[in-house]
């Protein structure tokens, strides 16, 4: 089944304790990215990534990192979690990009930072 | 900046009334469109996009949308609810600048009663 999906489900961590959020797609999709989704807010992107090796910031980067190293990985990274990225996050991928196929969307990850 | 209004966050409605939820997006260049919908506790799935042409678009489960170019506006539309139609629904359109930003509107969360 082609699908984007993310590990874990829910993750509750405290302030500063370093982690991961995995995401991996299986439709060798080129384009990925990394969204939040807060009330109110809709979702705003963190990060993209063109292809391999390739990534650029979002509107919301800071405190995130991300890296490309395979073409179906795409891992979020939180070196210094804070309450502030206590949020929803979902990964997306897209075939060549938005413009032409919008995103398929991972089912979330629920991040409580305390 | 480009950006995306939502006019209602909250709308509640009875079975078989007819839905209308508004869009409109500030770039005036090309642009591409999409809706898409989250059911409770689920990722964003895809509704329907307008890319070019009929600027009437039919989408999955009965939805459709309406492309005004005057009125900078993508609205949904369908003519009898569900209650299984409950869900957050989002409005996206393409950045002028990258292939990979789908920039959100806030989100309108809809209930249905039966």
């Known amino acids: 089944e082609a699908q984007v999906t993310q590990n874990p489900r829910y993750l509750i961590t405290v302030t500063g304790k370093k982690l991961t959020v995995t995401c991996s797609q299986n439709?060798?999709?080129?384009?990925m990215s990394w969204y939040r989704q807060d009330p109110g807010l809709g979702l705003r992107q963190i990060y993209y990534?063109?292809?391999?090796?390739?990534?650029d910031k979002g509107d919301v980067p800071e405190g995130y990192k991300v890296s490309r190293k395979e073409k179906r990985n795409f891992p979020l990274i939180l070196e210094s979690p804070s309450p502030n990225q206590t949020s929803l996050y979902f990964c997306?991928?897209?075939?060549?990009?938005?413009?032409?196929?919008?995103?398929?969307f991972g089912s979330g990850t629920r991040l409580t930072v305390v | 900046a480009q950006s995306v209004s939502q006019h209602n966050h909250h709308v509640i409605l009875s079975e078989a009334a007819s839905l209308e939820l508004g869009c409109n997006y500030s770039?005036?260049?090309?642009?591409?469109l999409f809706w898409y919908v989250q059911y409770p506790g689920q990722h964003l799935q895809l509704l329907l996009k307008y890319f070019s042409g009929d600027p009437l678009v039919k989408g999955i489960k009965g939805f459709e949308a309406e492309f005004i170019k005057s009125k900078f506006s993508f609205n949904l539309r369908k003519p009898s609810v569900q209650w299984s139609d409950t869900a957050e629904y989002f409005c996206a359109v393409t950045s002028s600048g990258g292939y990979n930003k789908l920039i959100f509107g806030a989100g309108t969360r809809l209930a249905v009663h039966p």
């Open positions: 770039y005036g260049g090309t642009v591409n």
């Open positions: 990534s063109m292809n391999v090796e390739v990534t």
């Open positions: 997306a991928s897209s075939l060549q990009g938005v413009r032409s196929y919008g995103y398929t």
């Open positions: 439709m060798n999709h080129e384009y």
